[in-house]
């Protein structure tokens, strides 16, 4: 990823994080260095992972070759972190002139909380056997 782009993906991933707030984990990825991968990471306690992470290819066996050809982004997919918590994510396939996939920013949500809220208030209201 040239110096240009990565200084916008990088502004854009700032954005976000701030916008967004802690339930939600931005991480960019540059693919031009296989060694690490990851140059921005926010909110990293809900993956549990680090900017230091190596790329570790069974991260993205979700994503296939056709899927990045064909398509400019995934949005909620289900993802499952290293320490087993279930997340919705969101992909988006950065991609060069050539249409090369140099990159990719993604969205990963905690909704963990709201639905212990939602199972909570079933509860009260004895109808949580019909979830």
Same mark, same amino acid.
Do not use: W
């Given at each position: 990823?040239?110096?240009? =782009?990565?200084?916008?993906?990088?502004?854009?991933? +700032?954005?976000? +994080?701030? #916008?967004?707030?802690?339930?939600?984990? =931005?991480?960019?990825?540059?693919?031009? &260095?296989?060694?690490?991968?990851?140059?921005?990471?926010?909110?990293?306690?809900?993956?549990?992972?680090? =900017? +230091? &992470?190596?790329?570790?290819?069974? #991260?993205?066996?979700?994503?296939?070759? $056709? #899927?990045?050809?064909?398509? &400019?982004?995934?949005?909620? $997919?289900? %993802? =499952?972190?290293?320490? %087993?918590?279930?997340?919705?994510?969101?992909?988006?396939?950065?991609?060069?002139?050539?249409?090369?996939?140099? %990159?990719?920013?993604?969205?990963?949500?905690? %909704?963990?909380?709201?639905?212990?809220?939602?199972?909570?208030?079933?509860?009260?209201?004895?109808?949580?056997?019909?979830?």
């Amino acid at each position: 990823m040239d110096k240009k =782009i990565r200084e916008k993906y990088l502004f854009l991933a +700032e954005f976000l +994080e701030k #916008t967004l707030g802690s339930e939600y984990e =931005i991480v960019l990825y540059d693919f031009s &260095n296989n060694e690490s991968s990851i140059i921005y990471l926010a909110n990293s306690h809900i993956s549990g992972r680090s =900017i +230091e &992470n190596p790329l570790d290819s069974s #991260t993205f066996k979700f994503i296939s070759e $056709q #899927t990045i050809r064909d398509n &400019n982004y995934i949005v909620s $997919q289900k %993802g =499952i972190t290293r320490n %087993g918590k279930v997340i919705k994510s969101s992909s988006f396939f950065i991609k060069d002139d050539d249409n090369n996939f140099i %990159g990719m920013l993604c969205i990963n949500f905690d %909704g963990s909380k709201y639905v212990n809220l939602a199972k909570k208030i079933l509860r009260l209201t004895n109808m949580e056997m019909l979830l």
